[in-house]
């Protein structure tokens, strides 16, 4: 058996098979996803600035699992896991209901981990469900720094490459001879 993960690290589709709502090792609310990675992801933006995803179908299909750990105490936490399950497409208004999740396509990222403990040195695959894409405001360019700006790189801005040539060198060249005296 291999030591290096199956699947390249990058962006998935993935049909979930299974889905559960359990507890962690240390105790904590988890919900755990059982999917097949169905095809990689590559995106660009196109001439409109619009996102274009590329999907490529993966070779072979084996079965991973993504979980999400919910630390009750911790807000942001509760907060990242809804943002994720939201993403996904879950609708629920009741975690008993996660099981709808059971049979949709969903997007993963899978990249890669060492091992710890007895599996030091061995590479292991991590798979997530992503945050959903931040909304972004518009920037706005600020007149009164743009001015301030102008004045401070007036000359430059007017160079053709925009910056200043190197000043010549004022030393003179006479030639010297072994000892450093002029001949």
């Given at each position: 058996m291999s030591n290096a993960p199956h699947y390249?690290?990058?962006a998935y589709m993935g049909d979930v098979t299974d889905v559960a709502v359990g507890e962690s090792k240390n105790g904590h609310p988890m919900v755990t996803i059982k999917f097949l990675p169905v095809s990689s992801v590559s995106s660009y933006l196109d001439d409109d600035g619009q996102v274009v995803a590329n999907l490529t179908p993966t070779q072979r299909q084996y079965e991973r699992t993504a979980r999400i750990v919910i630390k009750a105490d911790d807000?942001?936490?509760?907060?990242?896991?809804?943002l994720k399950l939201r993403a996904a497409g879950w609708e629920g208004e009741s975690f008993r209901e996660i099981d709808s999740l059971r049979g949709s396509q969903i997007n993963l990222t899978c990249s890669h981990e060492e091992g710890t403990g007895a599996y030091a040195g061995k590479l292991f695959e991590r798979w997530e469900l992503p945050l959903p894409p931040?909304?972004?405001?518009?920037?706005?360019?600020?007149?009164s720094v743009a001015r301030k700006l102008d004045a401070l790189f007036g000359k430059a801005l007017k160079l053709p490459n925009g910056a200043p040539k190197a000043a010549a060198s004022t030393t003179p060249t006479t030639p010297v001879d072994d000892d450093g005296l002029p001949f």
């Open positions: 390249a690290e990058g807000e942001r936490s509760l907060e990242f896991a809804m931040r909304k972004s405001e518009p920037l706005e360019s600020d007149n």
